[in-house]
């Protein structure tokens, strides 16, 4: 059973602003590093939706739907695809000797996502404006 990247990201964000009146059992910090776990899972469910479109082999490997990503959904989405999913996977590891991430550092992170959503929701060649060229 998958569950839709939307609601993936509308989980995040009750986790990182539980609703008034909601018993609080969790710890800020754990629940930051929850929903980062939520958030990187909606990202790449969006970037396997996305590869469906163009095509099926490339949601088999991670890194190259990253490394490809560029020349079909253009140069600002790649990157901001390559940087949200970077930092979410470090927020979402363990460390004994780090602190957990702000909540404010996620919640930052859930807007990128969601504007990553529809931006690779519109479907290839539609984000393609900052497409690389070689000249």
Do not use: F, N
């Not at 609703?19 to 990202?43: C, S, Y």
């Not at 989405?77 to 979402?92: E, F, K, P, Q, Y």
Request: glycine share 6%; aromatic share 6%; net charge positive.
């Amino acid at each position: 059973m998958t569950v839709a990247p939307e609601s993936l990201v509308t989980d995040a964000g009750r986790l990182l602003l539980p609703p008034a009146g909601t018993a609080q059992t969790l710890a800020p910090g754990l629940r930051a590093r929850a929903a980062a776990v939520l958030l990187r899972l909606a990202l790449e469910q969006a970037l396997d939706a996305y590869w469906r479109q163009v095509t099926p082999r490339m949601t088999r490997i991670g890194k190259h739907r990253m490394l490809c990503l560029e020349w079909y959904a253009g140069h600002d989405t790649a990157r901001r695809c390559r940087t949200t999913w970077v930092a979410l996977s470090a927020a979402c590891h363990y460390r004994t000797y780090e602190l957990p991430p702000a909540p404010a550092e996620i919640q930052a992170r859930l807007e990128e996502v969601t504007a990553l959503l529809a931006a690779l929701g519109a479907g290839p060649g539609t984000a393609a404006v900052g497409r690389h060229t070689d000249t």
